[in-house]
């Protein structure tokens, strides 16, 4: 074994860790928007089935972004760095959520 291949910072070991990480996180992503798809496509489940399995494959892809391309790792991540994801999260959510009831209250006045 080479000394370019003992996993220091910046080897040819450590870039191919860091491909193959990548490779998995497209892999997977791919498969769970194809799953949405599917699911979508040939209508196996009924619609409030449908939807939660939708929001399960959206939530698990969110952890997979987190994982594999942020690189962020809960149990050894710093705390500041998670402090701001979940606040970042905690904003997203009353927002996204926040639209939805404008927008459900406006068409339960119209129609």
């Known amino acids: 074994m080479s000394p370019a291949d003992d996993g220091a910072p910046g080897t040819r070991a450590e870039h191919r860790r ?4 990548y490779l998995w996180g ?3 992503a791919i498969l769970l928007t194809l799953a949405a798809f599917g699911l979508v496509n040939w209508s196996v489940l ?10 399960a494959c959206a939530l698990v892809q969110i952890m997979v972004h987190f ?3 942020l690189h962020i790792n809960p149990p050894r991540q710093n705390v500041d760095d998670l402090h701001l994801i979940l606040f970042s ?3 997203l959510f009353f927002m996204i959520g926040g639209t939805i009831w404008i927008l459900a209250s406006l068409a339960a006045r119209t129609g």
């Open 46 to 55: 009924p619609p409030h089935g449908l939807y939660l399995a939708i929001g």
């Open 18 to 21: 860091e491909l193959r990480q």
């Open 26 to 28: 497209y892999a997977l």
């Open 89 to 91: 999260g905690l904003l």
């Open 67 to 69: 994982r594999f391309f």
